[in-house]
């Protein structure tokens, strides 16, 4: 099981920007997704989660600016970023709770894409 985000890149402060993250493989369902990020010098942290039924839950930094949604269907994630400032310039990863089967449940990260907001 492999997971794919692509959609960074360099935005003016203000702008928007869309990620997307795919699940590839031998999937069997995909429970919660998530986005989280990685500012230089700090921790990675957890910015939006979203559950296999819709429900969303968005760190403090994101609400009311960030969207996170997803597909069922394309296995895949999505996390609409608006308002953007330069202090959302980090690395964002997806991460997702896969099982391969009905029993086994793995969590997956993905490889991360770079988001750099100019001021």
């Known amino acids: 099981v492999q997971l794919q985000a692509s959609g960074g890149g360099l935005v003016q402060a203000g702008g928007s920007l869309t990620l997307s993250c795919a699940a590839s493989?031998?999937?069997?369902?995909?429970?919660?997704m998530r986005w989280y990020r990685q500012a230089p010098g700090k921790q990675r942290e957890l910015v939006a989660v979203?559950?296999?039924?819709?429900?969303?839950h968005y760190d403090d930094s994101a609400k009311g600016r960030f969207t996170i949604s997803r597909d069922n269907a394309k296995n895949s994630v999505y996390l609409l970023m608006g308002s953007l400032k330069p202090e959302d310039t980090a690395v964002y990863y997806c991460?997702?709770?896969?099982?391969?089967?009905?029993?086994?449940?793995?969590?997956?990260w993905g490889q991360g894409t770079l988001v750099t907001v100019s001021s």
């Open positions: 493989g031998d999937i069997f369902r995909i429970n919660s």
């Open positions: 979203i559950t296999r039924g819709g429900s969303t």
């Open positions: 991460n997702a709770d896969i099982q391969v089967s009905a029993s086994y449940e793995y969590e997956y």
